[in-house]
């Protein structure tokens, strides 16, 4: 009988069915989920077999996921923050930045948006312009140029959990390594040892951030994006992550209203009251079409 044990650890990357964990000792071990799923996420507490099986996690703090009517895309479990990158070229999707704000929302996550390249001053105003109803919202934004100095953000990572979400071309990896020493030469051995020559964001992957500058923080980079589907959420869940729809939730002459042409909605209301954005109410009804 083999005197061997389980390990724990946390998964710090993932690629495919395989994921690289991070043991308590330090050491990194490479594991694989029983099955032909992949029903991990980086930043996942697992526990792994002598022989590398992880037989499963602990119970997450939360889960950052997207999904449409045929699947589920993990992002990212445990993490406590969300961080929006947007920049000002190439033109971002504010839409997607609503999708990801519920989501985010309906996991107890905090989201700082991002806005990169601000030393492309030609475009700032446009981009700015779009984020207005975020920050209406009580949205923060940080404003930065990455390849110059990221430093703007970190006193909003100390002691979190953060993870990267963005379109692609947003400046995420140029981010991720103005933030943490070392991340390009990690991720060129990872691209390396998949022989994938690869760029950083085809895998999520998580750093520890340095402790002088952000003690206990980590930073999840993952992959760009063009869709943040809600599939998994219901049209509740939906309203509720409008933040600010919930002073007047309740308040419809319909229970079932859908604040769209039924008479009596105190969204609607609030909407010609210039308290909702017509963009976000626009994002509303587009997400609940697609339920």
């Known amino acids: 009988m083999s005197g061997k044990q389980n390990r724990h650890g946390t998964i710090v990357a993932a690629f495919g069915r395989h994921y690289e964990i ?24 697992v526990e792994l077999s002598p022989d590398g099986q992880i037989t499963g996690h602990v119970p997450r703090r939360s889960l950052l996921y997207r999904s449409d009517a045929y699947r589920q895309k993990l992002i990212a479990a445990n993490a406590t923050q969300l961080l929006l990158v947007v920049a000002t070229d190439p033109s971002f999707s504010d839409m997607l930045l609503s999708r990801a704000l519920v989501a985010a929302e309906h996991e107890g996550l905090h989201t700082t948006i991002v806005l990169n390249k601000c030393d492309l001053t030609a475009a700032l105003p446009a981009a700015r312009k779009l984020l207005a109803p975020f920050v209406a919202l009580g949205c923060r934004v940080v404003e930065l140029s990455a390849k110059l100095d990221a430093s703007p953000l970190l ?12 379109q692609s071309g947003m400046g995420k990896s140029t981010l991720t390594n103005a933030l943490v020493p070392g991340a390009a030469a990690a991720t060129r051995e990872l691209s390396t040892a ?27 980079d993952s992959p ?31 229970r079932d209203c859908q604040h769209d042409a039924e008479p009596g909605c ?20 587009q997400f609940i079409s697609e339920q």
Do not use: N, W
């Open 155 to 166: 006193p909003l990572l100390v002691g979190e959990s953060s993870v990267l979400v963005g």
């Open 22 to 45: 991070e043991l308590a000792d330090g050491s990194v071990a490479t594991g694989y989920p029983r099955g032909k799923k992949s029903p991990f996420a980086v930043g996942d507490e």
């Open 194 to 220: 998949l022989d994938s020559g690869k760029h950083t964001t085809t895998y999520a992957r998580l750093y520890k951030l340095p402790s002088d500058t952000c003690p206990g923080g980590t930073l999840i």
């Open 266 to 285: 105190a969204i609607k209301q609030a909407l010609a009251e210039g308290i909702i954005h017509p963009r976000r109410l626009d994002h509303f009804r």
């Open 224 to 254: 760009g994006l063009q869709e943040f589907g809600l599939k998994h959420l219901t049209a509740q869940q939906i309203e509720f992550g409008f933040a600010e729809f919930r002073p007047f939730l309740g308040q419809c002459r319909f």
